[in-house]
């Protein structure tokens, strides 16, 4: 990526997590090699053909996906000072409920019927 321009993530604000972008051509496939309980793995194999998937194609979805909530959740983001203090003051003083929220409070829980 050439000086002048920023990754997508980067324009919206988003820090990027520093991994290195390679062409196509580039990327390798390597192994990982998993020793499991039986019964794991037919858990596996079982949700993996509800999907049509094969055990290692439904493995990557959900190691990647999970890969991704993890970093997602450790994103670290800046502020100016007085951007931190209106940040601040919305978390201290957060808005009365509104007619929807104190709905929704008042409602029982799908697993609780």
Known sequence: MSKGRSST????GVPSFGF???S???ETKGSINLR????TR???DAAA???GKTRTEFMIESARRQAIDVLLDQR?????????DAFVQALDNPPAPGPKLRSLMR???AWRK
């Open 49 to 51: 053909a509800i999907l």
């Open 107 to 109: 409602r029982v829980p």
């Open 76 to 84: 670290l983001f800046a502020l100016d000072p007085d951007r931190y």
């Open 24 to 26: 196509p051509a580039a």
């Open 42 to 44: 037919r858990l596996i």
């Open 36 to 39: 499991i309980e039986g019964k």
């Open 20 to 22: 290195a972008e390679r």
């Open 9 to 12: 993530s980067e324009s919206l």
